[in-house]
């Protein structure tokens, strides 16, 4: 498989023939304030997302964000953290195949769904002191 | 009144009472005011429970409930299925209280497969340690992956930023 | 032959649907009665969480032994049982856990039950529903389960001494003593309410 790896601050422009995707890192807690004091809350329109999940956590910090590109046919992979990473391919329907990576490179899960621009797939987990980890994925183009 | 006497009150007023003791219970409470109100708060007591487990409802859908059921009943019966229901119990865990979520259609899926024609498929291939579920009206989906609070997978530290 | 309407179906015929691995018409069983194997569920276990577990295993139960229910009580309370054996186990795995508590320890002695006054107001006459369910949840949690067990299986489940002596494995004489001690118990702790200004 190959895997087209990039890592990229910021926008990155897509070719036609190439998806585009972001992914965050996201620390869900309920107290009012990250300890980083770059770590943001994230944005209303996630913010809303994530609360539709019911989950206990009421505040969301973005830790990281990343965009990315799949060229179609293949899979992109993004380094999350040094902890985790995604890769996301375009099937043949339009589906995306979601593979989430552990840190040793193990797969976590691996999820087979379609994903409009506006909608977002969360991969979470249970972080220390009752908190969670979140990697949400956003299609962009 | 003797403990004996008060246990056959109450017999007495479960209809337990032995038809040849019924006459000298009737007898005390002919006589004894107190006895009288002590039958009278047993009765009142059962009153009171009757029609306690008829507000009680389970706040989980309908799809949601009968998902975890449906798995464990479609697997052999060999070992453990139990111990998957369970694992409901951790999904709930991470949850706010299922209350609210009376007014939020969600979709619980456990590594079934959508029926044909719903619009959406949405399939978790793995070996089950990550529970799926998508939110039709926000379009999010949640993929919560089964590990403990020490979590080796991506926990937020200080060379990222954050050190939990 | 045309598809089972599993909505306008009896609970018999779905039953017997069921057993012949009809799952959509167990499906259908569980959504008619899932609210009262819960509500037992969570009456005897006192937390939501264990009583969804519980009430989903009492069904999975249900379902592989449905070739054992001959209809000789109704579904509904077949399943209760079901359920409330699930939820004795369950308390007596968590019994076996820990040591008896000092309640217990006196409940066993006796005694404590005669001393108690008795209440003269009826409750149901005082409070509105809402509220009296309210107070009855609290004070069902304040009983020890040795108690709260007996009184839900005489006051709710309707049975005779000597079946809750077999379930509980006990003699009938500490039913007896159970069933009033809880009695005196809740009538004691519904009383105990801020008076209506």
């Known amino acids: 498989m190959v895997f087209a790896s990039l890592l990229v601050a910021g926008t990155i422009s897509a070719r036609a023939d190439e998806f585009k995707f972001e992914a965050q890192l996201i620390w869900a807690t309920n107290d009012q304030k990250s300890p980083e004091e770059k770590h943001k809350a994230v944005e209303a329109e996630i913010q809303k997302k994530l609360e539709s999940l019911g989950l206990k956590w009421k505040n969301f910090f973005e830790v990281k964000r990343v965009a990315f590109t799949a060229p179609k046919g293949e899979s992109g992979k993004v380094v999350i953290s040094e902890k985790c990473s995604i890769s996301v391919k375009v099937l043949e329907d339009k589906k995306l195949e979601v593979i989430f990576y552990g840190k040793k490179g193990e797969v976590c899960s691996r999820q087979i769904q379609p994903l409009k621009t506006d909608e977002v797939l969360v991969h979470g987990g249970n972080a220390a002191n009752e908190t969670a980890w979140l990697v949400t994925l956003k299609r962009l183009k | 009144m003797k403990e004996d006497l008060q246990l056959k009150l109450q017999a007495y007023l479960d209809g337990e009472l032995p038809a040849t003791e019924c006459p000298e219970v009737e007898a005390l409470l002919a006589q004894d005011a107190n006895a009288r109100a002590l039958l009278a708060e047993l009765r009142n007591t059962s009153s009171a429970l009757k029609g306690y487990e008829a507000d009680l409802k389970l706040s989980e859908s309908r799809d949601f409930y009968w998902s975890k059921i449906r798995r464990a009943i479609s697997q052999p019966v060999t070992g453990e299925p139990v111990g998957r229901l369970s694992l409901g119990a951790w999904l709930r865990r991470i949850l706010v209280p299922a209350g609210a979520f009376a007014a939020i259609t969600i979709a619980v899926l456990l590594a079934l497969p959508q029926p044909k024609g719903s619009g959406a498929s949405f399939t978790d291939v793995t070996d089950s340690v990550a529970f799926t579920y998508h939110n039709y009206d926000t379009g999010a989906t949640l993929v919560w992956l089964d590990y403990p609070a020490e979590n080796d997978v991506a926990t937020p530290n200080t060379d990222d930023t954050l050190d939990l | ?197």
């Open chain 3, 1 to 197: 032959m045309a598809a089972m309407d599993h909505s306008a179906a009896t609970d018999d015929a779905l039953v017997q649907a069921a057993r012949t691995g009809d799952m959509a018409a167990f499906e259908e069983l569980i959504a008619r009665h899932r609210d009262k194997i819960y509500a037992r569920a969570y009456t005897m276990m006192r937390n939501e969480d264990e009583a969804v577990d519980l009430s989903q295993e009492a069904w999975v139960k249900g379902w592989q032994r449905l070739v054992q229910f001959q209809g000789e009580s109704s579904f509904t309370t077949w399943m209760t049982r079901i359920v409330i054996n699930l939820c004795l186990d369950q308390l007596r795995k968590r019994k076996r856990q820990r040591a008896e508590s000092i309640e217990e320890m006196d409940e066993e002695s006796g005694g404590v039950e005669r001393q108690m006054p008795v209440v003269t107001v009826n409750p149901t006459e005082r409070l509105e529903r809402a509220e009296l369910r309210v107070r009855i949840d609290e004070a069902l949690g304040k009983l020890s389960e040795a108690h709260r067990t007996v009184l839900i299986l005489h006051e709710f489940e309707h049975m005779e001494y000597k079946n809750i002596a077999k379930t509980m494995n006990c003699s009938i004489g500490t039913v007896m003593s159970r069933l009033f001690y809880a009695r005196r118990k809740m009538a004691s702790l519904l009383q105990d309410l801020k008076q209506p200004e």
